[in-house]
């Protein structure tokens, strides 16, 4: 979004609250937008925490190339780091 096109949305926003049950409405949305925002967030945690468990202990977790890179797939667009060419590894 564009620096433009948040001014113009913060601004809708602004002149729909003009009633108590309008605000109520709007800070009820954007609670439940940031909830689910957090859970996604959260989810990407606990599995990049997953990758780096099975990871660290490879010895112990011998069939788990599959659904490393299963996760590490599932949340390509999330990482500071490309993981393409890891996961074409674990794939094989």
Same mark, same amino acid.
Do not use: C, P, W
């Given at each position: 979004m564009t620096?433009?096109?948040?001014q113009r949305f913060?601004?809708?926003?602004?002149n729909y609250c003009s009633? @108590?049950?309008? %605000? =109520?409405?709007?800070?009820?949305?954007?609670?439940?937008?940031?909830?689910?925002?957090?859970e996604r967030?959260? @989810?990407?945690? %606990? =599995?990049?925490e997953t990758v780096a468990s099975l990871s660290l202990n490879a010895r112990m977790y011998k069939g788990s190339k599959k659904?490393?890179?299963?996760?590490?797939?599932?949340?390509?667009?999330?990482?500071a780091l490309r993981w393409d060419d890891q996961i074409k590894e674990l794939r094989k």
């Open positions: 620096y433009e096109e948040e913060l601004a809708a926003i602004r009633t @108590a049950e309008r %605000v =109520d409405k709007t800070i009820r949305y954007a609670v439940a937008g940031i909830q689910l925002e957090s967030i959260r @989810a990407h945690a %606990v =599995d990049m659904f490393i890179a299963n996760l590490l797939e599932k949340h390509s667009g999330m990482n």
